[in-house]
């Protein structure tokens, strides 16, 4: 299997290793700072390690859907392009003169968490996500109105994730401007950037085409939990 299969096990036993929380034969980041969890493969007993991980919720990125044994609760289930920058001559020009990209840091978790609330629902930002490689963003009168971060890391590839922009801001190519400078940052360290998005996603998944990204496969994410 290509570390891109498994993209969850390839940090947690590689580059990110250091934050794995251990069961035999399954891992997961700290429940604060991801939700992302992993096993090499279903296996019987690889879900009964899991379970001792699970009693916050965790995802699972898997190329199939997963059989799921009896006892688990599934909180949340969608299907994900896996999609790779296979080449950043696509980019377009940062769209705006006055676009200040800033570090974002644990002072404006506040912010980042009504940002991520909004734009999805039902769902809430991990407090110590920022740890896992850093957020950027964009303010507009002292306000965050778009962030993204980078998350997974394995040797050869990065993660940009959790862009988003607040409502009111959109189309303005905010996020666009966030997953170039991202991108840019990734490459300039001679790796390759990669990220998921619902397959259901057409206008994001357009905006990643021109800035490089293809899609490699589909990932299914199922976040579950086990008393």
């Excluded at 990110?16 to 939700?35: K, L, N, T, Y």
């Excluded at 705006?96 to 978790?109: F, H, M, P, R």
Aim: glycine share 8%; hydrophobic share 40%.
């Amino acid at each position: 299997m290509h570390s891109l299969d498994n993209p969850t096990w390839a940090a947690l036993t590689r580059c990110q290793s250091h934050w794995a929380q251990i069961e035999g034969m399954a891992r997961r980041f700290p429940a604060d700072v991801c939700v992302h969890g992993a096993f090499a493969g279903p296996t019987p007993e690889a879900w009964q390690n899991l379970a001792h991980l699970a009693n916050r919720p965790v995802g699972i990125l898997s190329l199939q859907p997963l059989e799921i044994p009896p006892g688990w609760t599934v909180t949340r289930k969608v299907e994900l392009y896996e999609m790779v920058q296979e080449s950043p001559g696509g980019e377009p020009a940062q769209p705006g003169q006055d676009i200040q990209i800033v570090s974002l840091t644990a002072d404006d978790l506040p912010q980042m968490s009504a940002l991520y609330e909004v734009t999805r629902p039902g769902r809430s930002l991990s407090p110590r996500l920022h740890e896992l490689g850093g957020f950027i963003g964009i303010r507009r009168e002292g306000c965050v109105v778009a962030m993204a971060c980078l998350r997974l890391h394995f040797h050869g590839y990065r993660e940009i994730s959790t862009i988003g922009t607040l409502p009111g801001y959109t189309g303005r190519g905010y996020a666009t401007a966030l997953a170039v400078e991202l991108a840019r940052r990734i490459r300039a360290a001679g790796e390759t950037p990669f990220l998921t998005v619902r397959t259901e996603n057409a206008r994001a998944i357009a905006i990643y085409r021109r800035l490089g990204f293809r899609e490699r496969t589909v990932l299914h994410s199922t976040t579950l939990r086990h008393p």
